[in-house]
Antibody, heavy 121, light 111 residues
Framework: EVQLLESGGGLVQPGGSLRLSCAAS????????MGWVRQAPGRGLQWVSS????????FYADSVKGRVTVSRDNSKNTLYLQMNTLRAEDTAVYYC??????????????WGQGTRVTVSS | QSALTQPASVSGSPGQSITISCTGT?????????VSWYQQYPGKAPKLMIY???NRPSGVSNRFSGSKSGNTASLTISGLQAEDEADYYC???????????FGTGTTVTVL
């Protein structure tokens, strides 16, 4: 059974940092691209970032470029999202999602339960 | 990259069929057969319902079907049931971004 378990969310002040993690199991982690999608309160889904299966290619939404770094450790089956210089508009539930392919953007067949990030003073 | 356009809400009575549209551009829906649909209940994670325009993952009811014509994709739910009441999002691969693009979302109400 595929499982994606996010952690690391919480309350942080504007300008602060957080590191999200996503522990994966039930599939060959190193064979698939992975991504982070967020959903602000009452809003729709928004791509944040994605990373290819081997980690050599990373992609970011314009809204987070320069403030966010995605990475993965295929030996630990874990995906990460380092978020710096957080803003109020980054407040959202962040979902970890598994891509159906080794590359990003086609579709995401499994999602984690989400971790909530609140940026507020 | 602008979001794909979906109607804000669609409703139907139990047993009826409804269709949700998803309108994109020549850079996404019209150009690629990588349209997906997701179902999301309040407070829950999205669930993949359709991928590659019209394919259903294992375990998804055959009451859900997808199609595409030009720059518009559609999700049809036949034999509408109370459990189908949820938010639905389309998404597509796009040449404008390496991340893909989501739709604005549609709330389905079962009357």
């Amino acid at each position: 059974e595929v499982q994606l378990l996010e952690s690391g969310g919480g309350l942080v002040q504007p300008g602060g940092s957080l590191r999200l993690s996503c522990a994966a199991s039930g599939f060959t982690f190193s064979s698939f691209a992975m991504g982070w999608v967020r959903q602000a309160p009452g809003r729709g889904l928004q791509w944040v970032s994605s990373i290819s299966s081997g980690g050599g290619s990373t992609f970011y939404a314009d809204s987070v470029k320069g403030r966010v770094t995605v990475s993965r450790d295929n030996s630990k089956n874990t995906l990460y999202l380092q978020m710096n210089t957080l803003r109020a508009e980054d407040t959202a539930v962040y979902y970890c999602a598994k891509e159906r392919h080794s590359w990003s953007g086609s579709s995401q067949d499994y999602w984690g339960q989400g971790t909530r990030v609140t940026v507020s003073s | 990259q602008s979001a794909l356009t979906q109607p804000a809400s669609v409703s139907g009575s139990p047993g009826q069929s409804i269709t949700i549209s998803c309108t994109g551009t020549s850079s996404d829906i019209d150009a690629y057969n990588y349209v997906s649909w997701y179902q999301q209940y309040p407070g829950k994670a999205p669930k993949l319902m359709i991928y590659d325009v019209s394919n259903r993952p294992s375990g998804v009811s055959n009451r859900f079907s997808g199609s595409k014509s030009g720059n518009t994709a559609s999700l049809t739910i036949s034999g509408l049931q109370a459990e189908d009441e949820a938010d639905y999002y389309c998404s597509s691969y796009t040449s404008s971004s390496t991340l893909g693009v989501f739709g604005t979302g549609t709330t389905v109400t079962v009357l």
